[in-house]
């Protein structure tokens, strides 16, 4: 069964920087495209990155240049450095993991991400 444990949240000030790390189990990682997703409070659940097993990395335009998305393979974990932070990134952020050419995807509880101004 898969598995997927979010940690790192918190709550930080405005231009400071969190590191978000998920570790996976219960799935062939190497074989998923991990994702980092948030949702802010009344709002849609949204991409902010994502990253295949070779490397591969996609980004919201919100985040790009602030964040950066990284997979270890051999330790089953995919980060999001979040720097240069703003108030507007508050949100819940979550891990995902989508097995490649199929529609089968697992979710993290979510962890809090607060930045204050």
């Known amino acids: 069964q898969a598995q997927l444990v979010e940690s790192g949240g918190g709550l930080v000030q405005a231009g400071g920087s969190l590191r978000l790390s998920c570790a996976a189990s219960g799935i062939s990682f190497s074989l998923n495209v991990m994702g980092w997703y948030r949702q802010a409070p009344g709002k849609q659940r949204e991409l902010v990155a994502t990253?295949?097993?070779?490397?591969?990395?996609n980004y919201a335009d919100s985040v790009k240049g602030r964040f950066t998305i990284s997979r270890d393979n051999a330790k089953n974990t995919v980060y999001l450095q979040m720097n240069s932070l703003k108030p507007e990134d508050t949100a819940v952020y979550y891990c995902?993991?989508?097995?490649?050419?199929?529609?089968?995807?697992?979710w993290g509880q979510g962890t809090q991400v607060t930045v204050s101004s």
């Open positions: 995902n993991a989508r097995l490649l050419g199929s529609r089968i995807t697992s």
């Open positions: 990253i295949t097993s070779g490397g591969t990395t």
